[in-house]
């Protein structure tokens, strides 16, 4: 996963590289003001050599300025690669590329959810 731009000054920058976030389907997107979390639920590639996909959450943690720059799409739109694209302070700025153009959000962390366990934390 590629670092573009990525300002080093007093910030913490997220490591994502444990996610693979390739060829994920985004169903829905919630974002809880409350908590300051956006939370994905996705169909996640469990097995890629036979085409196995499991539902999973992915939870932004302290998340802020969530965008989405995306074409009109028949079905859910695929998360073709992932990347942290710059970091200030401590959120770090996460570009999620899409067959449907690309969506951004600041956040501290990534949590990678199933079953109500977690599977990943990726963080500072």
């Known amino acids: ?3 573009l731009g990525v300002v080093r000054r007093r910030s913490s ?9 390739h060829d994920t389907q985004i169903l829905r997107v919630t974002k809880d003001t ?6 994905m639920d996705v169909e ?3 097995d890629w050599e036979h085409n196995r996909f499991e539902r ?3 939870t932004f943690s302290d998340a802020h300025n969530y965008q989405v720059f ?5 079905g859910p739109p695929t998360i073709l690669a992932a990347a942290v694209v710059s970091a200030a302070d401590r ?7 899409t067959n449907a ?9 990534v949590t990678l959810s199933t079953n109500g366990r977690n599977a990943y934390t990726a963080g500072t």
Do not use: K, Q
């Open 1 to 3: 996963v590629a670092e």
């Open 13 to 21: 920058i997220v490591n994502i590289s444990d996610i693979h976030f």
């Open 34 to 39: 409350a908590t300051a979390t956006l939370t």
């Open 44 to 46: 996640y590639p469990t």
């Open 56 to 58: 999973r959450v992915l």
């Open 70 to 74: 995306e074409i009109p799409l028949s």
């Open 91 to 97: 959120w770090s700025r996460l570009r999620l590329e």
């Open 101 to 109: 153009g690309y969506r951004e959000v600041s956040c501290v962390s």
